[in-house]
């Protein structure tokens, strides 16, 4: 069974999420998994402006992905930091890409499922993860969440990102925050949870 986790990620936030959803897909028996990035859109002087150039240098070893490598997996996992309520423009610009899949029906049947991170705690993490939900549906594929079998998407002791759309994180203000173990946690169980339910599908 192979699992994508297919991301952009300017600063890195999306990115420490993505290793821990590949983390959690890794226990699953048999599954295959690659962290895969969307190709950059902004040119390196904007990203300058933007503050992102060391980031994204740290970044660098992970490979960008291809419209056909979607259609080889079994399962793809999106990470998208909100931009205003929505997914980014990489990942936008990715998936309508994708019409040739859609117009073979490449990705019917395939697992889908979507995490995101935002700097602020009500900044639309739900309405990114819902509104990307909309194109894996018209791909056919079979959207996957974050159950609450995940019992860390009870805590309200301290803040934490994740809903049962998917996992998330809160950056800050600043981008100053780190994913919380909670965050890491939900990301893991996401990652599991879509390996499983692709090895079944794939058996
Ligand atoms: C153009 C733009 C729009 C953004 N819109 C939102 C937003 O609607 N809500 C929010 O809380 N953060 C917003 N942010 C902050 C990003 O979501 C944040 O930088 C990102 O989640 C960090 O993830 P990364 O480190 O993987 O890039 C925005 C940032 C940019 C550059």
């Known amino acids: 069974m192979k699992l994508l986790v297919v991301y952009y990620s300017m600063y890195g936030h999306i990115h420490r999420l993505a290793e821990a959803i590949a983390e959690g897909a890794g226990e699953v028996k048999g599954a295959e998994v690659e962290?895969?990035?969307?190709?950059?859109?902004?040119p390196?002087?904007?990203l300058k402006k933007?503050?992102?150039l060391e980031a994204q240098k740290a970044l660098a070893h992970v490979p960008t992905c291809t419209v056909e490598q979607l259609?080889?997996?079994?399962?793809?996992?999106?990470?998208?930091?909100?931009r205003f309520g929505n997914m980014c423009g990489q990942m936008r610009q990715f998936l309508d890409a994708t019409g040739s899949l859609w117009a073979q029906g490449a990705l019917v049947g395939k697992v889908g499922s979507v995490f995101t991170s935002s700097n602020t705690q009500h900044g639309g993490q739900e309405s990114t993860i819902l509104s990307?939900?909309?194109?894996?549906?018209h791909q056919g594929m079979a959207v996957v969440g974050l159950p609450y079998a995940f019992p860390g998407l009870m805590v309200i002791d301290e803040i934490s990102g994740g809903s049962p759309y998917g996992a998330s994180t809160i950056a800050g203000p600043k981008g100053e925050r780190t994913p919380s173990e909670n965050e890491l946690a939900a990301a893991r169980?996401?990652?599991?949870?879509?390996?499983?339910?692709?090895?079944?599908?794939?058996r």
């Not at 962290?35 to 902004?42: G, H, I, N, Q, S």
């Not at 990307?132 to 549906?137: E, K």
């Not at 339910?197 to 794939?202: D, E, G, H, R, V």
Request: hydrophobic share 45%; aromatic share 6%; glycine share 8%.
């Open 35 to 42: 962290l895969r990035r969307v190709p950059e859109t902004l």
């Open 44 to 46: 390196e002087e904007v």
């Open 50 to 52: 933007m503050g992102a």
């Open 71 to 82: 259609g080889e997996a079994d399962a793809v996992i999106f990470g998208t930091p909100t």
């Open 132 to 137: 990307f939900h909309i194109t894996l549906l």
């Open 189 to 202: 169980f996401q990652g599991k949870h879509v390996a499983t339910i692709a090895s079944k599908l794939t």
